[in-house]
């Protein structure tokens, strides 16, 4: 109970006791003055924290912050925590104080590329959320960066920096599907930026289909008669009347009833580029629109209705504010809270904080956060395979694409996994399976379905005298269980290979030669056609062709019934449709 009382009572501090004075600088500073004196008299560091992040909360938003009493010989203190939340923290608020020290040693670490990512985005944070002058041309080198790219090219967009478009564009053709995402919401973020992102369209160097619906719509919202007239040229007019929308319906719905159902796998992979980052869909995906799990998505003419005209019935919550900033940015989303200090505004993917004095002018909207024209973009067989997913009633793979692979693993949680996380956690970036003892085999299923594919990981199993697998290919059968082929691990098995619920064994090869015993081992699987090859540390272990196979399906690991183990994957590498004169495996 003492705890509870100590924690809670750091929070009101922080948090709501701070925030009534920001609005007086001099009473503002007295209560700085007063929480850094009970941080100085803590040594717990859940309090430290605790008073830390109330104190970040409620600056939010603000610059120039005159440096309280005693901060400077506290924050030499909190620098020797063992928490590294207090550490960072207490080095941002050092930042938002106007310490150069800490200005320095902030930007060391985020263009340090042997530190860890996490430490160097939050970096990122502080130095944006300051506005600190001299990020930009950072951040425009930090687009080489893969573990940084898509954090810099995020805030890129609070800077009217010349250099910024044209280093986005001499990237674009390189990034993956989320990174161009990011780099359209920068481009289309000021008008200065716009027009060279128009010219790079109507150069083809950039797609047309690339800029989806909300990205247009952010266009059009920068309020420039040459940016609208190009708009214009490339996409149409801006709003159809409401006997349009009802004609596009009905096509839709024609379309849809005489070609039938398409396919929810490959739905699944459209809504993830186009309504992911605002819907979530089987606790999936982003909190700026309404959650879709539990709509009336069975109906056709109700999906069809919301999407096409997502305007005609527009809750309060999801009405869009335009933002314009004093340095000319414009940002287009729902609006969480403001006050005297700061407007909080959420967009696709992110939540921005824009300081009071910095806003030009902020208006509510009478239209959806939605977009208009979502389906304009997308092919009829798009259109087919967005609906099916949106009608299914239980959550699908995800149909693997170049544009959503990445998305296999982030290295960081299993949110798009299935399984029982009573058993399977990620560690420092590794995938782990872990049992005392089970009753029956536990599978961990990843999120894509794959085609034609090379699949690449470092397992360890411990001890090797158990047994664990990978399934490729495969589906998930009511109950948990897994049918399709399995490559095995363990003592005896290493290299096999069998169709679990099928065939049984179709390679019975040992590749115990290959195989460290308890270490990484680099396990390949290669699936082209109905060619089947495998490898164990670059020495092949299956040579087949298969013609009675399954032609896609998930990947999956197993946790095997019996006695404890643990067994753990990681580096992934996956590459699709890899050429059918490619399919060889390292052999010596």
């Not at 674009?172 to 027009?195: D, G, H, I, Q, V």
Request: aromatic share 6%; charged share 25%.
């Amino acid at each position: 109970m003492c705890r509870f009382i100590k924690v809670t009572t750091a929070w009101l501090i922080g948090a709501v006791f701070l925030n009534p004075l920001i609005a007086q600088d001099e009473k503002a500073n007295n209560g700085l003055n007063a929480l850094v004196e009970v941080l100085a008299q803590s040594d717990d560091p859940q309090f430290q924290y605790d008073i830390l992040k109330g104190m970040s909360d409620g600056l939010k938003g603000r610059r120039g912050i005159t440096m309280p009493a005693g901060w400077e010989d506290l924050a030499k203190k909190l620098a020797q925590s063992a928490n590294p939340q207090v550490r960072e923290l207490a080095q941002s608020l050092s930042l938002t104080f106007g310490s150069i020290s800490a200005l320095n040693q902030l930007r060391a670490r985020l263009v340090d590329s042997s530190a860890d990512t996490t430490s160097r985005k939050t970096a990122l944070d502080a130095l944006v959320e300051t506005k600190n002058p001299s990020l930009p041309p950072i951040l425009q080198k930090l687009l080489k960066d893969a573990a940084m790219r898509a954090s810099a090219l995020r805030a890129l967009a609070a800077y009217d920096d010349a250099a910024t478009p044209s280093a986005i564009l001499q990237i674009y053709p390189k990034l993956t599907a989320a990174e161009k995402r990011e780099a359209l919401n920068t481009l289309a973020s000021r008008s200065s930026f716009a027009k060279q992102l128009l010219a790079a369209v109507d150069k083809n160097t950039i797609a047309r289909h690339d800029l989806t619906a909300d990205i247009v719509r952010q266009l059009r919202n920068l309020k420039n008669s040459e940016i609208d007239s190009q708009v214009q040229k490339l996409w149409g007019v801006a709003r159809e009347s409401q006997a349009e929308k009802l004609a596009e319906m009905a096509r839709y719905k024609a379309m849809i009833e005489s070609k039938g159902a398409g396919d929810a796998p490959r739905g699944r992979a459209v809504f993830a580029r186009t309504c992911q980052q605002c819907h979530t869909l089987f606790d999936v995906g982003g909190k700026v629109g309404p959650e879709l799990t539990g709509a009336n998505r069975a109906d056709l003419d109700y999906i069809l209705q919301n999407v096409i005209d997502p305007n005609a019935v527009i809750p309060n919550d999801y009405r869009t504010s335009t933002l314009e900033t004093k340095d000319d940015r414009v940002i287009t989303g729902i609006v969480t809270k403001q006050d005297d200090n700061a407007v909080t505004i959420v967009v696709p993917g992110e939540t921005i904080v824009v300081s009071r004095k910095d806003v030009k002018s902020l208006v509510q909207g009478e239209i959806s956060m939605m977009p208009e024209g979502l389906l304009t973009a997308l092919s009829e067989v798009e259109v087919r395979d967005l609906i099916s997913y949106l009608g299914s009633q239980t959550q699908v793979p995800m149909f693997a694409t170049p544009d959503n692979s990445s998305s296999l693993f982030d290295g960081k949680n299993l949110a798009e996994w299935e399984g029982n996380l009573d058993h399977w956690k990620v560690e420092n970036g590794e995938i782990v399976g872990r049992t005392s003892g089970l009753q029956h085999n536990e599978w961990l299923s990843g999120p894509l379905l794959l085609g034609d594919f090379r699949f690449v990981c470092k397992v360890k199993l411990t001890p090797n005298t158990q047994k664990s697998g990978i399934q490729f290919r495969s589906q998930r059968l009511t109950g948990g269980d897994v049918k399709g082929y399995r490559t095995e691990m363990g003592a005896g098995a290493w290299g096999k290979l069998s169709e679990s619920h099928g065939r049984g064994v179709l390679s019975d090869k040992s590749a115990e030669a290959n195989v460290k015993q308890d270490d990484w081992n680099t396990y390949e699987i290669l699936a082209v056609g109905s060619k089947i090859r495998t490898a164990i540390n670059g020495q092949r272990c299956v040579d087949l062709d298969d013609v009675k196979g399954a032609k896609e399906g998930i990947i999956a690991f197993e946790l095997p019934a019996g006695a404890a183990l643990e067994v753990r994957f990681k580096d992934f590498a996956l590459e699709l449709n890899p050429k059918p004169d490619l399919i060889t495996v390292a052999q010596k």
